[in-house]
Nanobody
């Protein structure tokens, strides 16, 4: 059974870069054909998809955030990382990683909701000075 655990700072100052880690256990992040996704949910709002890294290492980001988003991985640690620069108070949210199980290869678009499998519990990030 795969498990995901987010970790990182709970407080980030405006204009600074957020860095989060998702540690995966019970399954390899290089296993075909999964994608590994980052999303966030601001208080009282819906879930916003940020981007993903596929089993192959290929990345794809939300067009609204791609200019300041970087998703990477450390295969030796079976970990995913999210770096989101130029943070603003609007970035205050719960941040989640998840394994996406696509029925077909479809890089270049956001994952469909029904493709999500296991989620991490999330980690709260507050952007404030």
């Amino acid at each position: 059974q795969v498990q995901l655990q987010e970790s990182g700072p709970g407080l980030v100052k405006p204009s600074q870069t957020l860095s989060l880690t998702c540690t995966v256990s019970g399954g390899s992040i290089t296993t075909k054909f999964y994608y590994w996704s980052w999303s966030r949910r601001p208080p009282g709002k819906g879930l916003e998809w940020i981007g993903y890294i596929a089993y192959s290492g290929t990345t794809y980001y939300s067009p609204s955030l791609k200019s300041r988003t970087s998703i990477s991985r450390d295969t030796s640690k079976n970990q995913l990382t999210l770096q989101l620069s130029s943070m603003t108070p609007e970035g205050t949210a719960g941040y989640y990683c998840a394994r996406v199980e696509p029925p077909y290869y479809d890089l270049g678009s956001s994952p469909r909701p029904e493709w999500y499998g296991t989620w991490g519990k999330g980690t709260q990030v507050t952007v404030a000075s």
